[in-house]
């Protein structure tokens, strides 16, 4: 008999296609967000679920389920899980670190350029058929070539970014827990800062840390107040991980010049603010959307379960 699965969204063809064939797979056709009831519903019975990081996977829903062994989280962050309930029921968690490492790498890349060449107010311009032809003094933006980038997190997403930054010609410090290697500070060319000197030292700000109840509104008033009022925040991470009540009125005061955001506090919703300045990028937390990563994504998600179902550890338990 082959493991009964849920999956809570649709994934890519190639994806289905080998849920199909491993497994006794439900999926959520409707392919929206589900509500807590009708998680509890999907899942009933089922040996695994396959969860995104849209889906809150709480003790209620966890605890519904006695048949269940394993969430599989497709995504590498995991704070929608109640891991503490899940591992209390000896019920694994994984997730998908790794294969979305450069993918989510080239979309913060895509922020910096993008502010730092005012690429969507360019975009508007000509769409909107206000633009009166090239013109010496129009959209501004700034070099990145001597500039410093601050990358606060160096997990593997936050080093793929810091790879990126040579290219660029960008000086590079760096904030993390736990100070990196000689060897890695020697490879990308990076020194290590104290938040505090990261932050008043830094003309882009890049966040690469997973959420947790330590970074969650790591970025605050006090924080913004520190940083140059012509620096650049970047966001790729986690929504709360900023105050985004806090980044709002900073860009408004000009206490920052921009922010590129992929991902927001509260998703889908935006603080209305944000919507209304020119000075901001948004981007519909696109980070690892691409064709092979999120196929990729897809491909580890089975590898995790059948370990779990077979009785071996899973290659990519967390908690
Ligand atoms: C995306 O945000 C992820 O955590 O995979
Ligand atoms: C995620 O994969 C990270 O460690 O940054």
């Given amino acids: 008999m082959k493991p009964s699965v849920f999956l809570t969204r649709i994934l890519p063809d190639q994806v289905m296609a080998e849920l199909k064939r491993r497994f006794d797979l439900k999926y959520n056709a409707l392919d929206r967000p ?10 009933r019975g089922r040996q695994a679920v396959i969860s995104m990081l849209s889906d809150r996977v709480d003790a209620e829903v966890i605890g519904s389920n006695p048949a269940l062994r394993v969430i599989a989280n497709y995504a590498v962050g995991y704070n929608n ?8 029921r000896g019920i ?4 998908t670190p790794g294969v979305l490492t450069e993918a989510t790498a080239d979309l913060t890349w895509s922020l910096i ?5 005012r690429v969507p107010e360019g975009d508007r311009l000509v769409r909107t058929g206000r633009w009166t032809g090239w013109n010496p003094t129009q959209l501004l933006g700034m070099d990145l070539t001597g500039r410093t980038l601050g990358i606060i997190g160096m997990g593997r997403i936050g080093q793929a970014v810091a790879r990126r930054a040579f290219g660029f010609g960008m000086r590079l410090i760096y904030h993390n827990r736990h100070r990196l290697p000689d060897r890695l500070e020697k490879k990308y060319r990076a020194s290590y800062q104290p938040l505090s000197r990261l932050l008043t030292a830094a003309d882009i700000v890049s966040l690469h840390v997973p959420l947790t109840h330590e970074t969650r509104h790591l970025i605050h008033r006090g924080v913004l107040d520190r940083m140059k009022s012509a620096a650049l925040l970047v966001n790729t991470a986690r929504g709360p ?3 985004e009540k806090a980044l709002v009125i900073a860009l408004k005061k000009g206490t920052i010049a921009g922010a590129g955001l992929d991902v927001f506090e509260e998703e889908p919703k935006v603080h209305p603010g944000l919507l209304r300045l020119p000075n901001v990028v948004l981007l519909p937390h696109l980070g690892s959307a691409t064709v092979e990563t999120r196929t990729k ?4 998600v089975i590898e995790n379960i059948q370990a779990v179902l077979g009785g071996t550890r899973a290659p990519n338990a967390v908690g």
């Fill in 81 to 88: 899980i109640d891991l503490k309930t899940a591992s209390s």
């Fill in 241 to 243: 991980i900023v105050d």
């Fill in 34 to 43: 589900l509500t807590q009831p009708e998680m509890i519903r999907g899942m």
């Fill in 92 to 95: 694994a968690v994984t997730n």
């Fill in 113 to 117: 350029l993008s502010l730092a060449r």
């Fill in 297 to 300: 994504m897809g491909f580890i």
